[in-house]
C-alpha cells in the first residue's frame, strides 16, 4: 500500500505516514479533480468526510495549509446541555468519526490524538465560532444538513486568508426541521468559488448493503 510522509511542520514529530488512495467512484473522481470550495451533497455511505479529510491531509503534506478545523453542530440537543461531563467531554461524542477516518487514513488508532496533539487537526462546534477567524487551514462543515441558516452564516463569514472550506451534507438526513442548507446553498450558488458535487446510489461505497437499503427506500418514498 502506498503511503505519504506527513511533511508538515505541526507533525515534523511525529511518526505519521497518510495512505495513498485513489477515488472509487464519479462523484469522488469530481471532489479530487476540483481545486476550488467545495458543498458535497447526496447519500449516506459516498465517503464525502472520507476523501475531504484524506484531500485535505494531502493538501498540508504539500504544505498549502498548515491544519484542518472539523466543524459540527451539536445536535440534537444543540447546546450538549444533556450530555453527561464537561464541554471537552461532550465535544467527543461528535468527534468519533473523525477517530475512525483518522485511524484507517494513517492505520494507526492512536492517529486522531497524535494530530489533535500536534495542533494538526482542530475541531470546534458551531456554538463556538463567534470571534473566531479561521486562517491558513482546510474548513470541513460535516453534516450541514443539520445545522440552521444563522449557524452556516456565521460560519462562512469566519473565513480568513489562506482558507479551503468544504460543506458535506444531505438533506435525506436532516436532524432538524427546518434546515437553513437550501437557502444556503442558492447564496453560495451565485459566487464562482464553489463547485457542487452531488453523490448518488452509485456513488456508495460503504457497503452492498447499504446500497441495497437505500435503493429500496427511495423505491418507497
Known sequence: MRKKKMNNDKLNSANLELIDIDPLTRGQLKVFESDKNLFLHGCA???????????????????????????????????????????????????????????????RGDAYGIL???????????????????????????ECQNMSFHELDSLITRVG????????????????????????MEIIKEMDQFDFVDFGIDDIVRSKFVKDYLIAKYKNG
Not at 478545523?69 to 453527561?84: D, I, K, N, Q, Y
Not at 482558507?163 to 442548507?181: E, N, P, T
Open 161 to 184: 486568508n489562506n482558507c479551503r472550506i468544504i460543506f458535506c451534507g444531505d438533506f435525506f438526513q436532516s436532524d432538524l426541521k427546518s434546515s437553513g442548507i437550501k437557502e444556503f
Open 116 to 142: 489533535k496533539k500536534n495542533y494538526a487537526v482542530k475541531f470546534i462546534t458551531t456554538s463556538h465560532v463567534r470571534g473566531v477567524t479561521f486562517q491558513d487551514t482546510v474548513v470541513i462543515v460535516d
Open 45 to 107: 455511505g459516498t465517503g464525502k468526510t472520507y476523501i475531504s479529510m484524506y484531500l485535505a491531509f494531502d493538501d498540508m503534506i504539500k504544505k498549502k495549509y498548515k491544519d484542518i478545523t472539523l466543524v459540527r453542530s451539536a445536535v440534537p440537543t444543540r447546546e450538549m446541555g444533556f450530555l453527561p461531563g464537561n464541554e471537552e467531554e461532550k465535544s467527543k461524542v461528535y468527534e468519533q468519526p473523525y477517530i475512525a477516518i483518522c485511524s484507517e487514513l494513517f492505520h
